[in-house]
Nanobody, 125 residues
């Protein structure tokens, strides 16, 4: 069955960095777009970054553009999120998701399936 396992979260100071990983299994990883979403307490889950199956295309939420970088290693079936210049408002539970086949958008929650359990990122001094 499909499994997505996020890791790499933790406590970081404002301006610091963290690198999240999402290990995927149970499907042909190299054939599917992937994305990161996040959910802060009391808020809805929101799009963070997307990467196409062949790494040809990436998209970012305006709030993280220029600070976060999404990447993937198809041979290791893992997607990464490098987070630099962290801000307190980046504090959230971060999830990776597998994009549905023929999904019309890259940033709508409804166009993704098979979420992991999430990894907590806390940015605080």
């Amino acid at each position: 069955q499909v499994q997505l396992v996020e890791s790499g979260g933790g406590l970081a100071q404002p301006g610091g960095s963290l690198r999240l990983s999402c290990a995927a299994s149970g499907f042909t990883f190299s054939h599917h777009d992937m994305a990161w979403f996040r959910q802060a307490p009391g808020r809805e889950r929101e799009f963070v970054a997307h990467i196409s199956w062949d790494w040809d295309t990436t998209h970012y939420a305006d709030s993280v553009k220029g600070r976060f970088t999404i990447s993937r290693n198809n041979s290791e079936t893992t997607v990464f999120l490098q987070m630099d210049k962290l801000k307190p408002e980046d504090t959230a539970l971060y999830y990776c998701g597998k994009r549905k086949d023929f999904a019309p958008t890259f940033n709508a929650i409804r166009d993704y399936e098979y979420w992991g359990q999430g990894t907590q990122v806390t940015v605080s001094s």
